[in-house]
């Protein structure tokens, strides 16, 4: 037998809580970023993350873009944020291979391109929309479990507020998962559940759409006049981020057991089957059906004055699965939040389950779920949120940081096709993430009059 490779002995530096960026493990890192998945749990993780209900929001966007334009910015995201994922891991892989493994995005950013950025660009920005995410995964869950309520007792006048509330106390349990390896399990049954909804909502588009009572079907651009339509297509493309948007590569891949070496990539392409299978066919048949008419989530189209338009049992089945996955990509989202949590409140030295981290984990993690709970019960407005949240986030975390730190970490060549294909998707998703940022912003705006705190949308 052959001496053991940089990563055989990194893997054991980390099973001891050893150095991996020029510091002993946290308890963050130790006990939440656990590196003994394979590569299917990885896809898993992948899938959960991209793959969730915000998928059912693309026919909405194709309703601001028309069909060539959402069909190419449906393209342009899959390949881009393919290529920007595998940019990401074969960073990790490098440094992994020279005995640094980096298990999170701050710790990327911090040893390619100096602790300030770490500290205060990516560290902030990944928590915000981690955070954000698992506020609209709990609000959009809410809705869910009112549309089945009101399927099931129509006229029912239990507000919206309380269904969110409901799902917080489901997700105070679910988030006391001990670390991201242990959610392998869940994360397959959310991709089964991803592939169901998304082909059960297909199934009802090409129903409502083909029968006698469909809506009529127009697929003129959205907008009153040109300055509306220009900012519905920012908008709109703040929105396929969002859907395409990942924000926690890095944490992902810290799950990975060593040697990393290519099994991020083995994940991306079980993940990315997944992300075409769906994201096409419910963006093309859900405006197909729908429109200009499209709602900000395919599901408000299957419900007209409180009443389902399409069978009971199928809206039942959409909404459930729906509802059951999005408390896995709740859970995923919150990682994050929870390995900071650990590492400020939990000790490295005890057990993972020892009294002395227990009591911490559970009163920190129920905390950010009531936290997020309630910010979802207030602000009930699930397509604005959407839309910033992607363009705050997930456009410069997912499509510019990564070709940025490749060129930092591998400096290719200027005179090469990559270094420049590279710089051109930094300034191209730098400047949209800017120009979206303002589009969903104004679009709050817009929509302000309408808000209400606790509202029963």
């Given amino acids: ?34 590196s003994k998945g394979s590569w299917l749990h990885c896809g898993y993780h992948l899938t959960t993350s991209i793959v969730a209900p915000p998928l059912l929001s693309l026919p909405f966007a194709f309703a601001s873009l028309g069909w060539a334009a959402g069909l190419i910015c449906l393209v342009i995201g899959a390949a881009v944020t393919f290529y920007s994922y595998n940019l ?56 869910s479990m009112k549309a089945i309520y009101l399927i099931a007792n129509p006229g029912g006048t239990i507000k919206l507020y309380v269904f969110v509330a409901i799902f917080g106390v489901f997700m105070m349990i679910l988030a006391q998962m001990p670390s991201f390896h242990s959610l392998r399990h869940v994360n397959l049954i959310s991709l089964v559940l991803c592939l169901a909804y998304s082909f059960c909502a297909v199934a009802a588009c090409i129903y409502l759409g083909s029968s006698k009572g469909a809506p009529e079907k127009d697929y003129s651009i959205a907008g009153a006049n040109t300055r509306d339509r220009m900012f519905g297509v920012f908008n709109a493309i703040a929105v396929i981020a969002t859907t395409y948007g990942n924000g926690i590569i890095p944490e992902i891949q810290a799950t990975v057991a060593a040697p990393v070496t290519g099994k991020m990539f083995k994940g991306l392409c079980l993940c990315y089957a997944v992300v075409v299978t ?121 499509f510019a940081v990564p070709a940025v730190f490749y060129n930092v970490t591998f400096k290719p060549s200027k005179k090469g096709v990559v270094f420049w ?16 940022s303002v589009a969903a912003v104004r679009q709050i705006i817009l929509d302000a009059n309408s808000y209400k705190l606790f509202a029963n949308v």
């Fill in 421 to 436: 294909l590279n710089t051109t998707i930094a300034v191209v998703f730098s400047a949209l993430a800017v120009v979206a």
């Fill in 88 to 143: 990401i891991s074969l960073v990790l892989e490098h440094h992994a291979q020279q005995g640094r493994r980096q298990l999170r995005f701050r710790d990327m950013a911090t040893d390619i391109l100096g602790p300030g950025w770490g500290r205060f660009y990516i560290g902030p920005i990944q928590f915000l929309v981690c955070f954000g995410a698992v506020v609209a995964c709990t609000l959009l869950a809410g809705q």
């Fill in 278 to 398: 769906t994201f096409f066919s419910v963006a093309i048949s859900g405006y197909w059906a729908f429109g200009n008419q499209s709602q900000g989530t395919l599901l408000s189209n299957f419900m007209v004055g409180g009443a389902a338009v399409i069978p009971e049992w199928l809206l039942l089945i959409i909404e459930l699965f729906t509802l059951l996955q999005l408390s896995a990509v709740a859970v995923v989202y919150l990682q994050p939040t929870n390995e900071v949590l650990e590492s400020l409140l939990s000790d490295p030295k005890a057990g993972q389950y020892a009294a002395r981290n227990v009591a911490p984990r559970v009163l920190s993690r129920t905390a950010a779920v009531a936290l997020g709970t309630t910010i979802a019960a207030m602000v009930p407005f699930f397509g604005d949120m959407n839309a910033l949240i992607g363009a705050f986030g997930f456009l410069p975390l997912d």
């Fill in 1 to 34: 037998m052959g001496a053991p490779s940089r990563e055989d002995e990194e893997a054991k530096k980390m099973e001891a809580g050893g150095d991996t960026v020029g510091q002993k493990l946290d308890a963050g890192a130790l006990f939440v970023l656990q």
